[in-house]
């Protein structure tokens, strides 16, 4: 109940004033006081309505929240902890629930708005970049709910007039006392939050325990777990794990006897493209393609060439994951040897570590990256500077550049590839760069390439639910500006004198609707259950490895494949592939890391989240008893290059 405010009577005063009795000093000032045991009730209360209103930035409303009573606890735990502790420090509740609307109407909106630019929620260490996060807000169309938002404002100009009105009664305690405790409650609340978060939210058990499609895709972790749950559960997750039983003498002593061979540097220009989301998904029975129309002409033409090697690349994760792909590519490691949790490499990278841009640097080649897309998206202007690229460029490069799709095109991007090429020919020495390009990044939504009767439509032989079609409408549009990448860079390296090398593969498969939906229509397996080889399908872009005739003939290309142990199906996992090219230009035997993983992917192709498919071809859903031992070291090695090694 609130009560009108009753000052104690001064010493002036001839009687004590009635209860409820009020002076023309309170009356003008019109202050309610509530009495200080309700704070805590309302907090709870004003609590779940803050969750509920940030429940409404999500795409859906997990049925898991009410199915699952622990999920909807540990998403609204955080509000009512947050806001009581702010209740302690200020003293008022309704202070304390604007605050606390704020600070996680904020971080809701941030992820959706995230999740809609680029497929990637946020992470705890995205609050360490909120200057660079505004920044590049403006270069994306994003669109926002304003019916929402002006719910939120609504919700906090109430919140905000009710603080201003309204006030707690004070107790008999004395003024240190009630100081103490109030600093004693706002401690106890976060230190339950920090504790929670260190070991609930930490725990793989009560993760798995939650229904989810795609535990490694963080979009779907968190549209299917909770922002809250999610968001907590990354602050320990993005950590390098020590796997069991690491030994570091015995580690050491291990590269110590690795054999190396000198390098025998074939000058080669090496260029890797990582086309976004690049898959042949188009190739299924439902399409009805002629040789004129087939969107993926140029690649299916390369495939066949004499002087290409074909086929799947491996990646750590579906639908996202652009820099764990890079992670994997450009330093042997994988993603998935570095913590037991779906971590962001590049979330736990934080020191200068080896890479094929620095065994190619040490024997003679130029090395760049370039990617028309945010430096500071996933710290990439930090990372490539501790994988040890020369040049490294972004976004800001290209100021002229067409946009398709909300970013920087493939067309605008080739112009840059092949300027970048010929203004480095004069330097004399090699070249070896990686592009990660970035048009045909998702959503596919109707509006992402114009209007719809502007889209180069499909050509099915049966029909598809309407969503699907929409979605792969999209897709397929801009996969045919990658294709027509491909197909004009490779028309241009054909006409050089150079030796050229270009490595073109998908960072992942695109993401086609929940539940795999798009693939699902199209009648695709896509299972989760690794005890069948099909699970992989999910993490299988396909990739081609092309030489020009100068190139063919300096890497003597008839042989190549046989020489490089690539498996008859062409399945290898991305980890290798890098070190596979430094093989391939006679550098892979030069370091002990990559003359490591160079051996092991003879042996094993594929290695992927502790399945495996061997050199004959046979998959094993359990490492093989025999090879066990080679792939924990090859764990062993990588939290040891991680977390011990240095360099200069």
């Not at 229904?211 to 549209?223: A, G, I, L």
Request: net charge negative; charged share 20%; aromatic share 12%.
């Amino acid at each position: 109940m609130l009560h009108f405010w009753n000052a104690r009577p001064g010493a002036h005063e001839a009687k004590r004033r009635q209860p409820g009795e009020k002076t023309e000093k309170h009356k003008k000032r019109g202050l309610l006081r509530l009495p200080a045991g309700w704070n805590i009730l309302l907090a709870v209360v004003l609590s779940l309505g803050i969750w509920f209103l940030c429940m409404q930035t999500m795409p859906v409303i997990p049925a898991t929240f009410f199915t699952t009573p622990l999920l909807g606890l540990l998403n609204w735990l955080p509000v009512v902890l947050v806001l009581l502790a702010l209740l302690f420090a200020l003293g008022n509740v309704f202070a304390a629930s604007a605050v606390t609307l704020v600070l996680f109407g904020v971080l809701n909106f941030a992820n959706q708005l995230k999740i809609m630019a680029r497929d990637d929620p946020v992470v705890p260490q995205d609050l360490t970049m909120v200057r660079e996060a505004l920044a590049a807000a403006g270069g994306y169309d994003l669109q926002v709910d304003w019916g929402l938002v002006a719910l939120f404002v609504l919700a906090l100009a109430v919140l905000v007039v009710l603080a201003a009105l309204v006030r707690t009664r004070r107790t008999r305690l004395s003024a240190a006392a009630r100081v103490l405790g109030r600093l004693a409650g706002c401690i106890g609340c976060i230190g339950i939050l920090a504790g929670l978060t260190l070991t609930v939210y930490a725990s793989a058990d009560v993760f798995n325990s939650f229904p989810c499609t795609n535990r490694f895709n963080m979009t779907t972790v968190y549209d299917q777990t909770g922002f809250h749950f999610a968001f907590l559960r990354n602050v320990t997750q993005n950590n390098l794990q020590k796997p069991e039983g690491f030994d570091k003498a015995a580690t050491e002593q291990a590269i110590a006897a690795t054999e190396t061979t000198p390098a025998d540097p074939n000058p080669v220009n090496v260029i890797f493209i990582m086309s976004e989301a690049f898959c042949d998904i188009t190739d299924d029975d439902a399409f009805a393609w002629t040789e004129d129309n087939d969107p993926l002409k140029n690649f299916h033409a390369l495939e066949q060439s004499e002087n290409a090697i074909s086929g799947r690349l491996i990646v750590p994760n579906y639908g996202g994951g652009t820099a764990n792909t890079e992670f994997d590519v450009l330093t042997g490691m994988q993603t998935a040897m570095l913590s037991d949790a779906g971590v962001s490499s590049f979330r736990v990278l934080h020191k200068n570590v080896d890479s094929v841009f620095r065994v190619a640097d040490r024997n003679g080649w130029q090395t760049a990256f370039i990617h028309p897309g945010k430096a500071w998206f996933y710290n990439r202007q930090n990372i490539y500077k501790w994988l040890g690229a020369q040049q490294i460029v972004f976004e800001d490069a290209f100021a002229d550049a067409q946009y398709k799709g909300g970013y920087v095109s493939d067309a605008s991007l080739t112009d840059y590839i092949i300027e970048d090429y010929e203004s480095k020919l004069a330097d004399g020495s090699p070249q070896f760069t990686y592009v990660t390009t970035i048009q045909n990044h998702m959503s596919y939504t109707e509006s992402k390439y114009g209007k719809a009767r502007d889209l180069y439509q499909l050509s099915l032989a049966e029909e598809l639910p309407e969503e699907a079609k929409t979605m792969l409408t999209v897709y397929t549009h801009g996969l045919r500006d990658a294709d027509a990448m491909l197909g004009e860079l490779v028309s241009y390296f054909e006409g050089r004198d150079e030796p050229v090398l270009l490595i073109w593969f998908g960072d992942h498969l695109p993401s086609m609707g929940d539940d795999y939906m798009c693939y699902r229509a199209l009648g695709m397996e896509m299972t989760d259950d690794r005890e069948s080889e099909a699970w992989l399908d999910a993490y299988a872009p396909p990739f081609v490895m092309w030489a020009n005739d100068a190139g063919a003939q300096a890497l003597d290309f008839g042989t190549l494949a046989a020489r490089l142990g690539i498996p008859e199906d062409g399945k290898i996992s991305a980890s290798f592939l890098g070190a596979a090219v430094l093989d391939t230009v006679g550098c892979g035997e030069s370091d002990p890391f990559f003359a490591f993983v160079n051996s092991l992917r003879r042996e094993l192709p594929v290695v992927q989240r502790g399945t495996a498919i061997d050199a004959q071809g046979a998959y094993h859903a359990e490492i093989p008893a025999g090879l066990a031992d080679t792939v924990q070291e090859y764990q062993d090695r990588t939290y040891y290059r991680m977390k011990y090694e240095t360099l200069e």
